[in-house]
């Protein structure tokens, strides 16, 4: 099938999965509601602080059948059915509601560009509404090799359930392409809520978790004294990415160097991360350090895996205190040891039992209120994160065997004054991305510390 002419770059064309085939996308009816789990319900509460949206932008060589991805998206809205709904609060449990316009719904667009960096930007910046917006988008920015761009709101999914969003998209656009007609069977069983957690770790395991939310209380709120990195209070505008790839051969000198040293590429990154933080701000070594660092608690469920796109995903909350003077080695060698106390304590599952708890009793209007102050209170000590979002796996990312050039995940954009950088890695490669407002820190800034932490990691 040819590629539609493009319309020009200030005017997206909606590619409709129509073009590709008319036949029904499922082959079983779909519940027009379906339930919020718990991370639906705490992302939501925390879209006063961020856009809550999650990127995965992927860079071909080559490009794709515009018709056929748009297929794929709209067939993936029902092996998914929680993508083809809509975020509907309520005052005791928020519902999601199946969508009755999705065969109408600009779900999948193509752009022309001749500045791909600016229509990037463009879209990664366009915040999308799950109360009335799709849940996904996929944007095709046509070059003489395309770039897909896919955005997934974060109330759905976090960044490990965006990667299982992609390669199901993947699968379904080579699958096209040999059954054109292609109908899914709706994932209706299956749990997307951390229950499912609780009943894996057993009671002798809900015990430790029990014990392990101490320690998290206390850290996330001590020691008193502490340093964020210097922010301005303002409006949510001039919102941008900065980005900094890592290329192959410093990736390489970088897992050389966790060899040596018996640490991971995520020892080694926070740790060039936050000396790059003290060379830019010389943070004062009198005064630690508090960092949060996502944990994804799929390490905990069999095979690291689950049936469901979902938000499964906590913070944990290492104490850095870094000698002035002290060499990478040691300050890796420091990270790894702290990092592995968390990791052999249930690292990440300190909130789990209270969190099940309190979103499972309490109507969900009460929490947004308590939701409300905590996390205003929360994020006005909130100190440098960086969220690994963890590696995408080149062998089920594939558009017709279309070499990919590189690929990346990007966190939300966070609000004034929060600054939140990402990791995420592809193939050989290693991206940094952090996304904000320029009213609340200066680009130059933000690139001022991604070139740095290039600059403290081995090459």
């Not at 079983?28 to 705490?42: A, H, K, N, Y």
């Not at 993947?170 to 299956?190: E, F, H, I, K, R």
């Not at 949510?236 to 790839?245: A, G, W």
């Not at 080695?329 to 690292?347: C, E, F, G």
Request: hydrophobic share 35%; glycine share 4%.
């Amino acid at each position: 099938m040819e590629s539609p002419q493009v319309i020009s770059s200030q005017s997206p064309q909606v590619i409709s999965s129509q073009a590709w085939a008319e036949s029904p996308a499922s082959i079983l009816p779909i519940p027009p509601q379906l339930t919020s789990t718990e991370g639906d319900r705490i992302v939501w509460s925390l879209r006063g602080y961020g856009d809550m949206q999650i990127h995965c932008t992927i860079h071909l060589q080559g490009r794709v059948v515009p018709e056929r991805l748009a297929r794929a998206v709209r067939l993936s809205m029902d092996a998914e059915p929680i993508l083809g709904c809509s975020y509907q609060p309520r005052w005791w449990r928020s519902l999601w509601h199946r969508r009755t316009d999705l065969e109408t719904l600009p779900l999948c667009t193509m752009e022309e560009t001749e500045d791909l960096e600016a229509s990037l930007q463009a879209f990664l910046t366009t915040n999308f509404d799950p109360t009335q917006d799709p849940l996904v988008h996929v944007r095709i920015f046509r070059q003489e090799h395309d770039t897909i761009c896919v955005k997934v709101s974060h109330v759905i999914a976090d960044a490990a359930g965006t990667k299982q969003y992609v390669y199901l998209l993947s699968s379904l656009y080579n699958q096209l392409a040999q059954t054109p007609n292609l109908t899914v069977t709706p994932q209706l069983t299956g749990s997307r809520s951390m229950w499912q957690l609780i009943s894996q770790l057993g009671w002798r395991g809900l015990v430790r978790a029990v014990k392990r939310g101490i320690p998290d209380t206390y850290h996330r709120l001590f020691p008193m004294r502490y340093w964020n990195v210097p922010t301005q209070k303002g409006p949510r505008t001039q919102q941008m990415y900065v980005f900094q790839h890592i290329e192959p051969e410093q990736f390489q000198a970088m897992k050389y160097f966790t060899r040596q040293h018996n640490a991971t590429l995520n020892d080694l990154v926070m740790s060039a991360y936050l000396r790059a933080l003290d060379a830019v701000f010389e943070i004062p070594s009198s005064v630690p350090v508090r960092t949060f660092n996502t944990v994804d608690l799929r390490r905990y469920m069999p095979n690291r895996q689950l049936d469901r796109i979902c938000n499964f995903s906590t913070f944990s909350h290492p104490i850095f205190r870094r000698e002035k003077g002290e060499t990478l080695v040691q300050t890796v060698n420091k990270m790894r040891d702290h990092m592995n106390r968390l990791k052999s304590n249930m690292i990440g599952v300190g909130d789990i039992h209270s969190m099940a708890f309190i979103l499972n009793v309490l109507p969900a209007s009460w929490y947004q209120h308590l939701a409300h102050f905590f996390f205003q209170y929360l994020y006005s000590i909130i100190p440098p994160t960086i969220t690994n979002m963890g590696r995408i796996d080149p062998s089920q990312v594939n558009f017709d065997d279309c070499p990919i050039d590189k690929a990346y995940l990007t966190a939300s954009i966070m609000y004034p004054p929060i600054f939140v950088s990402g990791c995420s890695g592809f193939d050989e490669s290693i991206t940094l991305s952090a996304g904000f407002c320029e009213t609340s820190i200066s680009s130059q800034t933000v690139q001022e510390i991604f070139t740095q932490t290039v600059r403290e990691l081995p090459s």
